[in-house]
Structure formats: C-alpha cells, structure tokens
C-alpha cells in the first residue's frame, strides 16, 4: 500500500507537534513554513495538564521540566488594591489530581523542543503558501516562487491567516473589541512578584493583566489588555509604545505599574476570533489550531487545543488505513468540534466576565469566583485526554 502524503502549512506549535504525533504513527509528512529562519515570536504560553500529558508522551517530559515553570496556583486580584478573589492550586496538587503538571514556558522554548522531534529535512523553510487547490485525487499547495506541491492530504496550521481555511470555510474576522500588549521582564526587576512562581491575574474596568514566569523563572512574561476601537491590526509582530501601555494602566495596583514599567519592550495586537466553524474539513484539506478554531487568550487555551488537535487528527489518520483521508477527517471533526466550540465560547464569556466595571455585576463577580477557588470546576479541561477521546469518542 503506498504512503499517504501529508503536507503541513504552517511549523509553527500546531504544525510541528502534528508532524511529531504523526511520527509516532509510522506516517511521514513535510511542513512548508514561510519564514525563513525558525524563530518564535512571542513571549510566554501556560500549558495545562490537557496538553502537558501529550507533549510528556511524545517525548518532551525531559525537556519541560528543564525550560519550564511549574507555578504553584493561579491568582485573581482586585485591579486597584490587590485584594485576593481566588487562589486555585496548581504544582504538586493538580499533577496528582490531573496526572500531567501545569507549566508556563517560553513560546520559543516550547517550540525548539517540538522542532527536536521532527527531522529537519522535513520541514522547508521560506516556502509560502499562497493557494491551496484540489481535486478528487490530490490537494496542492502553490508556493509564492511558482513550486507545487502535490499531496494526498493538505493539513493547514497556518494560523489566524490561514491560506488552507480558505478551502473550508470564509475568513470573517470578529473585532473583540480589546487590544493586548505583551512582553517579557527580566525576573531581577520584578522579583516582588516571584515569591512563590505563579500566574497572576488583575480585574479590572475594560482590561485586565497576567503575568508569569518563564525560562526556568529567568523571565517574566506579561499580557495587558486595553480597550482600542481604533486598533485593529491582527499581527504578531506589531511593536506597541510602552509609554501608552503605562497610561492605559493608570492608577492600577503598584505590583502592575511596576511591571509594565520594567519592560523596555511591547508586542501589540488587536484580538480578535470568529464564529464557531462547522466544519474543519473540505475534500483532503484539513485545519488544526488557530487555522481552525481561533479564540480570544481569556481561557488560556489556544496552545493547548491546537496540542489537542494535531495528536486526534494524527490518531484518526493513522487509524484510517485504507479507508483513506476522508473518513479520518469526518472523525476527527465529531471529535474535536464540540470541545473546542465550547472553549472558544467560554474564552468570549471571559472577556466580559475579567472587565467589568467596579458596581454591582463586579461585587456578584468577586463573590462567586470566591467560592470556586478549588481544582473541581476544572476537571472538565485539564482531565481531558485527546488520546483516550479517539478511543473512547467522548467529545468535551
């Protein structure tokens, strides 16, 4: 039986730790990458027992427990005063209840260990893709330098921009009204905030900001959103000012202003999702991570499904045998759908619930996230395994 030829868009975290997944199947692919020189862009990811669970499986145990951090709860605080709403466990507690830590790590880092389990000669920089066509036969990739690419099945990790989507569904971007600035601090300029490694969140009116470690707790990474209606560049690459960062955080508890005044530095970009597709596959195309499903950052969740995706789609291909593509793709559709709608619903529902303005509906707020300060309310997404899903079909 000949192979099948897989075809990657993207070796970016989704594409690589497909073509990693796909490995262990015994099924070869190539990725196209349009940049030329591997480097991540970007500055920290929390990875959740949902994920950490797979990359441990593929190979990366080793290897997370040296670049990450495995904070030890996270923390939501009041945006003024700094009072605490709720501490949830994480370290020692959530590995023994989850069986997979929680860490924080670099986005570089993470992705130079996944780049370690994919042959090199197989993934092709400066190779982008411009069009995606096909046919009953074959998909194809069309490079910008005129070179096809011929394949029996076309996997689009290509991002919030993707060329594959376009073969599935309409791109139609939907504004969230948020920008977020991010950044990374060198620890000896924060250490007020490293007395115990933790991800720290402050509430507050129309914006809210999240910090912690990374680089083994070299570094502390940041994200602070702030309300533009005038900016909406979706770019990863878009420098924001400092200066107006630290303005739009006026008055906040000293712990942020003294963070946001530590970095030298911004990334910024407008936020934006769209509406839950139906449907993640048309003919041998296929999407997977923000190609396929991009959510707002409120859930913490976007590497994590894009993880999530690349190990399902990988298990139904590998369990298609001659069947073909096309019935690994109806499966892995009824498989990831609904767990990565319900996410991306509850990732918008954050952006309103983190930002509401101190009153009534904010007090309703504090009150009840004091209540659900334990680990139970997240069994539903840290104790999910993508691997038993394939088997055992359960979807969320």
């Known amino acids: 039986m000949p192979r099948m030829r897989v075809a990657v868009v993207g070796a970016g975290i989704a594409g690589l730790t497909f073509a990693a997944a796909l490995r262990r199947t015994g099924i070869d692919c190539h990725l196209y990458e349009q940049a030329r020189r591997l480097t991540e862009v970007g500055a920290g990811v929390q990875i959740a027992p949902n994920a950490t669970r797979l990359l ?59 780049l370690s ?11 982008r893709c411009v069009a995606v ?13 005129g070179t096809v690419i011929a394949a029996d099945l076309v996997v689009g990790a ?73 900016w909406k560049q979706e770019s990863w690459t878009a420098e924001g000012d400092p200066m107006e960062l630290a303005a739009a955080y006026t008055g906040w508890h000293p712990d942020v202003t003294a963070l946001i005044g530590a970095a030298e530095t911004v990334g910024r970009w407008a936020l934006h999702d769209r509406e839950n597709a ?3 596959s048309s ?26 995706d690349a190990v399902v789609l990988a298990l139904c291909l590998a369990d ?32 309103k619930t983190f930002h509401l303005a101190d009153g009534e509906a904010q007090r309703h707020r504090d009150s009840t996230v004091r209540t659900t300060s334990g680990l139970d309310g997240h ?14 079909r359960r979807s969320l």
């Not at 997404?381 to 055992?392: H, I, K, P, R, S």
Request: aromatic share 6%; glycine share 8%; charged share 25%.
């Open 158 to 230: 290509d991002g919030i921009h993707s060329v594959a989507r376009q073969q599935i569904v309409a791109d139609r971007p939907r504004f969230s009204g948020q920008t977020i600035y991010r950044g990374l601090v060198p620890a000896e300029r924060v250490r007020h905030l490293l007395t115990e490694p933790r991800v720290q969140l402050w509430l507050g009116p129309d914006q809210h900001c999240v910090c912690y470690p990374v680089s083994s707790g070299r570094q502390v990474s940041f994200g602070a959103t702030a309300a533009a209606l005038d």
């Open 278 to 280: 139906d449907r993640l």
């Open 56 to 114: 441990r499986r593929m190979g990366l145990r080793d290897r997370l427990r040296t670049i990450a951090v495995t904070p030890q709860a996270i923390e939501m605080r009041r945006w003024n005063d700094g009072t605490l709403l709720q501490r949830t466990p994480l370290g020692g507690t959530c590995q023994r209840r989850f069986g997979a830590p929680y860490y924080t790590v670099h986005r570089a880092d993470l992705h130079s260990g996944l």
């Open 320 to 351: 298609a045998g001659r069947s073909g593509p096309g019935t690994a793709l109806r499966r892995y559709e009824r498989i990831r759908l609904p767990r990565t709608a319900l996410i991306q619903r509850r990732s918008r529902d954050n952006a």
């Open 117 to 127: 389990l994919v042959p090199r000669h197989r993934v092709h920089l400066g190779a």
């Open 133 to 145: 066509t096909q046919d009953d036969d074959e998909a194809r990739l069309h490079l910008s330098d």
């Open 379 to 392: 069994e539903w997404l840290f104790g999910y395994d993508a691997e038993q899903a394939v088997t055992t």
């Open 283 to 308: 003919g041998r195309v296929t999407v997977i991570g923000d190609a396929a499903h991009p959510m707002l950052p409120f859930q913490a969740q976007g590497a994590n499904q894009a993880i999530e």
